[in-house]
């Protein structure tokens, strides 16, 4: 194949975890004194890590303080409701089975807190599915910052030119080039092509069955 490995965003790429993550957001907002966000906001909250998500999610005259406790509530209520709804999207596992069979190492890469990744990881896939598996935390800068993604290509002993990076947000694809990977965009997530595009995606696929022609073919190689 033209690629010998992948890195995948999980909100929005590999899980639909759009409800989950909303419903404990407005939960955590209201617990703490502000006023809930509608479900269509999230798609544009979500991607930048959980300070982020607050960061824009609160009133402009919000402080730091106000951020860290609804942070803290936030992963109190997560950590009851991260499953509620959350699940594969459609073609997903069969995706992932296909690029095992054909030999690739796989991993993941969200801006989701470690924990909450691995958890949300051995919830919906088989054990040994990914090769690596990585949320932020102190060893990993949340993203676009190419330091977990240049790490994982370094454990999996690959040039980052040899690597396709599949995300649904204008932070993957920044993290993809940055990190000298190949960015594809998940069409089927929490934002448009456009933006992706516009963001550096040689290719932004609708479904995944889309997406094994293009890393044969080693799409957008020069």
Known sequence: MGTSAIIFDLDGTLLDTLQDVADAANASLETCGFPARPIHDYPDLIGGGVRH??????????GEADIDTCVAAFREIYAEHWNDSTAPYP???????LLRERGLKMAVLS???HEFTVRCVAAHFPEGTFDLVA???PETPAKPDPTGALGIAEQFGCE???MAFLGDSDIDMHTAVRSGMR???AGWGFR???????CGAIAVVDHPRELPPLLERGEGEE
């Not at 960061?55 to 005259?61: M, Q």
């Not at 448009?192 to 516009?198: G, H, I, M, Q, V």
């Open 111 to 113: 801006n989701k807190p």
């Open 53 to 62: 998500l607050f960061r824009k999610a609160l009133p402009k005259d919000a």
């Open 183 to 185: 960015p594809f965009g």
């Open 135 to 137: 949320g932020e935390g």
């Open 91 to 97: 073609g997903i596992p069969e995706l992932i089975a």
């Open 192 to 198: 448009s092509k456009e933006e992706l595009f516009r």
């Open 160 to 162: 980052p030119a040899a």
